[in-house]
T-cell receptor, first 111, second 114 residues
Framework: GIQVEQSPPDLILQEGANSTLRCNFSDSVNNLQWFHQNPWGQLINLFYIPSGTKQNGRLSATTVATERYSLLYISSSQTTDSGVYFCAVERGSNSGYALNFGKGTSLLVTP | EAGVAQSPRYKIIEKRQSVAFWCNPISGHATLYWYQQILGQGPKLLIQFQNNGVVDDSQLPKDRFSAERLKGVDSTLKIQPAKLEDSAVYLC????????????FGSGTRLTVV
């Protein structure tokens, strides 16, 4: 299956700061998703972004499919942004959309 | 719309005991997934159903894990017998068309095997 590597593994920010999270993947993908897992364990879909750029409020994501990486940008971070951010890609062409997840970036935003 | 419901929320069992988890996906979502999330790692797919048929169970430890989705709606995941390394959060997710609508995850069941 396609391998997913995320960096950095941990990140501590002060409220208001900006950050960039990176996801590298080992093969071409049809489906790349970013998720946020809050401190209570709930996983929330942020973006479906196999290529190009999308924005949703203070969050935006860019995937450069030809170079096999994706970036998640968080601007003006808030304490509620804390949690773990996962990048996930489809397991294979006939996988029926099931995902392989990276190990995540653990983000702590301090007041 | 209601989310993906999972129960129980927490479970503590002794090794070699059996345990079962239940998932009720969002109404109309044909695809249902069970993931295992060990502390500090990303979720790992255990099994995927399309309606009541299995699409992918290649990572399910079939000697001890089983899952079913009768009538293509609710699903149960069972572990028998449990091992210490099965301690994890078991997440259920459902989707209609994930490239359009994404995935909806339940809150998970946290299993501790002692």
């Amino acid at each position: 299956g396609i391998q997913v590597e995320q960096s950095p593994p941990d990140l501590i920010l002060q409220e208001g700061a900006n950050s960039t999270l990176r996801c590298n993947f080992s093969d071409s993908v049809n489906n790349l998703q970013w998720f946020h897992q809050n401190p209570w364990g709930q996983l929330i879909n942020l973006f479906y972004i196999p290529s190009g750029t999308k924005q949703n409020g203070r969050l935006s994501a860019t995937t450069v499919a030809t170079e096999r990486y994706s970036l998640l940008y968080i601007s003006s971070s808030q304490t509620t942004d804390s949690g773990v951010y996962f990048c996930a890609v489809e397991r294979g062409s006939n996988s029926g959309y099931a995902l392989n997840f990276g190990k995540g970036t653990s983000l702590l935003v301090t007041p | 719309e209601a989310g993906v419901a999972q129960s129980p929320r927490y479970k503590i069992i002794e090794k070699r005991q059996s345990v079962a988890f239940w998932c009720n996906p969002i109404s109309g979502h044909a695809t249902l997934y069970w993931y295992q999330q060990i502390l500090g790692q990303g979720p790992k797919l255990l099994i995927q159903f399309q309606n009541n048929g299995v699409v992918d169970d290649s990572q399910l430890p079939k000697d001890r894990f089983s899952a079913e989705r009768l009538k293509g709606v609710d699903s149960t995941l069972k572990i028998q017998p449990a091992k210490l390394e099965d301690s994890a959060v078991y997440l259920c997710a459902s989707s209609l068309d994930p490239r359009l609508w994404g995935y909806t995850f339940g809150s998970g069941t946290r299993l501790t095997v002692v």
